[in-house]
């Protein structure tokens, strides 16, 4: 739950104040599928045009219609073909989040982290991704559509950025033939566990 304190930022489609507004506009740009507009509006309806019920239906129905996969490697997929093709990756289906999100108006973000919601047969951690709405009064509020639920205290970000590409872990490049390369990496996770005294 949130307080938005601006109200046109109630309904959607959603209005900025101009003060905030301009900073913003990078988290508004979208790749204007008319897949991904069409499905974002039919959510919007079936929320009664609100902010909040849209959010949550937005992330109840990706996560119910999509199935997940593990996919160490590479550039998410566009809006469009994780709509269509109903599966991806977690970056994925923050992906279409974001631009279902933006096609409303609302402002959002890619972000990149670690989440303790992993399903059991995961034993290692990996990096996860997830994404962020901008709401009036509430500030920065997060959306896990891969785990279907709004993010708290179990989601770690690391970074946030209106693109995937601004929020890469290691980007790079390398000239020459023959040439390789490669990363290894290791991460331990630790929690400290308090006791309550009465």
């Not at 507004?21 to 990078?26: D, F, I, R, S």
């Not at 490669?182 to 400290?192: C, P, Q």
């Amino acid at each position: 739950d949130a307080i938005i304190t601006h109200e046109p930022a109630s309904s959607l489609p959603v209005s900025y104040p101009a003060e905030i507004a301009a900073a913003l506009a990078p988290n508004l740009v979208c790749e204007r599928s008319r897949a991904v507009e069409e499905w974002s509006r039919s959510i919007a309806e079936a929320s009664g045009r609100q902010t909040l019920a849209f959010l949550s239906n937005l992330t109840n129905q990706i996560f119910s219609d999509c199935s997940m996969e593990v996919r160490e490697e590479g550039e998410p997929q566009s809006a469009a073909e994780t709509l269509s093709s109903k599966h991806g990756a977690c970056r994925d289906v923050a992906v279409l989040f974001i631009d279902a999100c933006r096609a409303q108006g609302l402002a959002a973000r890619f972000v990149s982290g670690y989440s303790i919601h992993g399903p059991p047969e995961i034993t290692e951690q990996e990096l996860h991704a997830w994404a962020e709405v901008y709401l009036p009064g509430a500030g920065w509020r997060g959306y896990d559509p891969s785990l279907g639920l709004a993010t708290s205290d179990g989601h770690v970000p690391l970074v946030s950025a209106p693109s995937y590409g601004l929020a890469a872990p290691t980007t790079g490049s390398f000239r020459g033939t023959g040439a390789q390369s490669g990363m290894s990496y290791s991460i331990r996770l630790e929690t400290d566990e308090v006791e309550n005294r009465a």
